[in-house]
T-cell receptor
Framework: RKEVEQDPGPFNVPEGATVAFNCTYSNSASQSFFWYRQDCRKEPKLLMSVYSSGNEDGRFTAQLNRASQYISLLIRDSKLSDSATYLCVVHASGGSYIPTFGRGTSLIVHP | DGGITQSPKYLFRKEGQNVTLSCEQNLNHDAMYWYRQDPGQGLRLIYYSQIVNDFQKGDIAEGYSVSREKKESFPLTVTSAQKNPTAFYLC???????????FGPGTRLTVL
């Protein structure tokens, strides 16, 4: 089983739609969780950290479910500019310097 | 402005030649990383360094070498031993106290 798994998609949604992605992780000792956004042929950029209590930033909401070992990203009122690949990143505990990346979920928002 | 720079953005080399990719950061980060990304694939770790003069192999280190003589710099050499070097190479760094990684703009290497 892969350490961090994501549905590659693509998720093809109309503007204004709400879309959600999940990411499952296998290491129960994982402590830090992030969502990154990667545009085509560009570097990944941090979108959100994922806290135990969940967090929201405008149209984006991130949740952590430790019991089921997954994190989620919800995007409301999708914009054309949200089209990108969304990468899930997990850090284990113990001061590990090595993050584990998911392969990413592709989102296409169309008019 | 603080950040990570990688050069060049595009690089073409003939098969059998070694090539060195540059990565510089002025964020005062201790840890630095090199990743490789192939089309439609996730990031795969090549090498990482937690402190100056120390570095560790990642998952796909064969055919690559690195050095960390200065905190700011972590160059990657793609040697002729790397079987399929054409890829997008990304450098990243982070502090000790927080796990967010900052990425450079990447170098797209094509071996002809």
């Amino acid at each position: 089983r892969k350490e961090v798994e994501q549905d590659p998609g693509p998720f093809n949604v109309p503007e204004g739609a709400t879309v959600a992605f999940n990411c499952t992780y296998s290491n129960s000792a994982s402590q830090s969780f992030f969502w990154y956004r990667q545009d085509c042929r560009k570097e990944p950029k941090l979108l959100m950290s994922v806290y135990s209590s969940g967090n929201e930033d405008g149209r984006f909401t991130a949740q952590l479910n430790r019991a089921s070992q997954y994190i989620s990203l919800l995007i409301r009122d999708s914009k054309l500019s949200d089209s990108a690949t969304y990468l899930c990143v997990v850090h284990a505990s113990g001061g590990s310097y090595i993050p584990t990346f998911g392969r990413g979920t592709s989102l296409i928002v169309h008019p | 402005d603080g950040g990570i720079t990688q050069s060049p953005k595009y690089l073409f080399r003939k098969e059998g030649q070694n090539v060195t990719l540059s990565c510089e950061q002025n964020l005062n980060h201790d840890a630095m990383y090199w990743y490789r990304q192939d089309p439609g694939q996730g990031l795969r770790l090549i090498y990482y360094s937690q402190i100056v003069n120390d570095f560790q192999k990642g998952d796909i280190a064969e055919g690559y070498s690195v050095s960390r003589e200065k905190k700011e710099s972590f160059p990657l050499t793609v040697t002729s031993a790397q079987k399929n070097p054409t890829a997008f190479y990304l450098c990243a760094s982070k502090t000790d106290s927080y796990n967010e990684q900052f990425f450079g703009p990447g170098t797209r290497l094509t071996v002809l």
